[in-house]
């Protein structure tokens, strides 16, 4: 009979809100937590809520969160029973699981010989081949020469899809449509697997044009009991990266979701897997069905699967990994209701969906919906990690119920001082196509132009920031024109606007801007909630006053603008001249591929930085010459910093 291991003391090897998770659950069975953390990270939640933390290292993840060695030392310090790796990071990493077994810690995951096989993908095919399970057509052999790798490629035909072997996340993944792309992309790819990785291996599949992304969750214990938990529809992706996740899957053929539920199984029973874990699956439109990848860890998208089947997935990892047989059968699994998960990302949506980071000037979460975030009102947002900082999840007994409980929700979520991706999640839960369920992989890069829709016109938040600048309680009730218009300032367009203030009586305001004329009624007022009105409408808005800076929420959408009143203005915020090759966020130069005084094609390849583990390749934007290169290799750039200009042929 396969032997208990009892544990009291968790060390969770990992950060933010996956910590936070890992915790909750852990006080509530009655397990103490031991939280690590980098030096950034000092001061954050997962660190407060733990019952203890230690330092583990400077902000860079390999000198903390990569590190085993002082993980390991971080546990042996603390008298640590077992490890949880969360997602990321080592949570699939062989020699880290295997280093936990080494040093007399449960690893509360699978066996680190299961890790490494499924983990290197090109092996992962070989053994779902063996068990049954239909594997894309590609290559996945042990030659990694750029020409073999062409000559594959040329052989599958395209478009074909490059994957780095090791790792997840979408990251080493790129697509490519032709011939003459692919060396391109295949240098790319190498470099982030190598840079996330520690692995710059990758293998190729032949892409699928329209296909759904669909995985299977899975729990199976060491006594050789193993369930699934039902399927979660995943396809809505941007970078090959999910943002919105539901669960059931809409539309999904019952026939196909039971051969794709027992193919789940019967893959981790010939693999001897321990644990939850996913099976990721590509559904192609002529209802086939293809193994992509198995996650050998809990998923960020674990929510929903809670949500319909009532289950804490983290007290299953625990039982499972202190010996417990499964307290379920497949018989008894029910799935109630529709769950839909969405991740708040700090992104750039408009420049190719760029991460972003600094400070989150002011955050508040939705009351009405379930919240997964360690984020606080003047936390930063920091350039080394994941751009995700939340997971905002609703519950419905129909989709159409938990669609319209998110869209609620999203309307209640207010994030300052950063570029997200809110109005695009909202825009595709509104979405026809999202609607009508069943949408594809390439559901956003299809419908681009509806969802990533241009900030709409500032007038009525302009007119309120220039009332809200001004309102002081108890002023004088008598008329009068501000002496100066205020000069606001709005770095999303690039322009600056005159207004004209005056107040006509106590709280109420007429703001000429543009030739227009607004009457703003400030009816009360707290730190950053409002009750106004605005011509002959009622309305609350949620803004920020900070300094000059001056944030509005306004129809969904979040406008800063800054006050230039006492400064001469002198244009030109934000917009670079031709040929400035500018950073998108604060990044970190990976490359730099061409010299001053070289000649350039429009589209060759000049530089790439890379944030929060993803690369961003910087092109020419016309034939020309490149005039001065101004960063090198290894450079940690800000938003905005000139990194080469180039001047036109």
């Not at 214990?221 to 059931?248: M, T, W, Y």
């Not at 000059?548 to 006050?563: C, E, L, P, V």
Request: glycine share 8%.
């Amino acid at each position: 009979m396969p032997t208990p291991t009892p544990f009291r003391k968790i060390l969770i090897a990992n950060r933010s809100e996956i910590a936070l998770r890992v915790i909750r659950t852990a006080r509530r069975m009655g397990l103490t937590t031991v939280a690590v953390y980098s030096s950034i990270d000092n001061g954050a939640s997962h660190v407060e809520q733990a019952d203890e933390a230690i330092c583990i290292g400077a902000p860079e993840p390999s000198a903390s969160y990569l590190n085993i060695q002082k993980i390991i030392e971080a546990a042996q310090h603390s008298g640590t029973d077992a490890v949880h790796p969360g997602y990321g990071f080592l949570a699939e990493n062989e020699a880290f699981a295997a280093a936990c077994v080494e040093h007399g810690l449960v690893f509360i995951g699978p066996s680190p010989e299961v890790i490494g096989s499924m983990g290197d993908k090109a092996r992962a095919k070989q053994l779902m081949r063996d068990a049954g399970v239909p594997c894309i057509p590609g290559y996945d052999g042990k030659s990694q020469k750029a020409d073999d790798l062409q000559a594959e490629a040329d052989r599958i035909g395209y478009p074909v899809m490059i994957k780095a072997t090791a790792g997840g996340g979408g990251r080493g993944m790129r697509l490519v449509e032709s011939s003459e792309q692919f060396r391109n992309a295949l240098s790319s790819a190498q470099s982030e697997a190598l840079a996330s990785f520690g692995s710059s291996h990758v293998l190729l599949e032949r892409a699928l044009r329209h296909p759904r992304h669909i995985e299977i969750q899975i729990l199976a214990d060491r006594h050789g009991n193993a369930i699934h938990l039902g399927e979660r529809d995943c396809s809505v992706q941007r970078r090959h990266q999910k943002i919105i996740e539901e669960a059931p899957a809409p539309g999904l053929n019952p026939a196909t979701r039971q051969a794709m539920g027992q193919a789940a199984v019967d893959a981790v029973r010939a693999i001897g897997y321990e644990g939850v874990g996913t099976l990721e699956f590509l559904l192609d439109t002529d209802g086939s069905f293809y193994f992509m990848e198995m996650n050998t860890r809990l998923q960020v998208e674990h929510c929903i699967t809670e949500e319909i089947t009532g289950l804490d997935l983290v007290e299953q990892q625990i039982l499972v990994a202190q010996g417990h047989e499964l307290a379920l059968r497949q018989d008894d699994v029910r799935l109630t209701g529709h769950a839909i998960e969405v991740r708040l990302c700090a992104e750039d949506c408009d420049h190719d969906f760029m991460p972003q980071s600094g400070r989150a000037a002011f955050w508040h979460a939705p009351r009405q919906a379930r919240v997964e975030s360690a984020i606080r009102s003047g936390d930063t947002i920091s350039p080394y990690y994941d751009s995700m900082f939340a997971k905002i999840v609703t519950h419905g007994p129909d989709r159409h119920a938990a669609q319209m409980r998110m869209l609620h929700a999203l309307g209640e979520t207010v994030i300052f001082g950063l570029k997200t991706n809110l109005p695009l999640l909202a825009s595709c839960l509104s979405h026809p196509a999202w609607l009508n369920g069943g949408v594809s992989t390439g559901f956003i890069a299809e419908h681009a132009d509806a969802l990533l829709q241009p900030l709409m016109a500032a007038h009525e938040p302009l007119a309120i920031a220039a009332a809200l600048r001004c309102h002081q309680p108890g002023q004088a009730r008598v008329p009068r024109t501000l002496p100066v218009p205020l000069k606001l300032f709005d770095k999303a367009r690039d322009i600056t606007t005159e207004a004209q203030v005056t107040w006509t009586s106590a709280g109420r305001y007429d703001v000429v801007l543009d030739g227009r004329a607004y009457r703003i009624g400030i009816l009360a007022k707290d730190d950053c909630r409002a009750r106004l009105t605005v011509n002959d409408g009622e309305f609350k808005v949620w803004f920020w006053l900070e300094d000059s800076h001056i944030h509005i929420r306004w129809n969904g959408q979040n406008h800063a603008f800054t006050d230039k009143t006492l400064e001469a203005y002198l244009g030109g915020h934000g917009t670079a001249a031709d040929g400035q090759i500018r950073a998108a966020s604060s990044c970190k130069v990976a490359s730099v591929s061409v010299a001053s005084g070289a000649a350039v094609k429009s589209g060759d390849l000049i530089l790439t930085t890379e944030a929060m583990k993803t690369e961003y390749q910087h092109t020419a934007p016309f034939d020309g010459n490149v005039r001065d290169v101004c960063v090198q290799a290894g450079d940690q750039v800000s938003e905005g910093d000139v990194l080469a200009i180039l001047d036109p042929a």
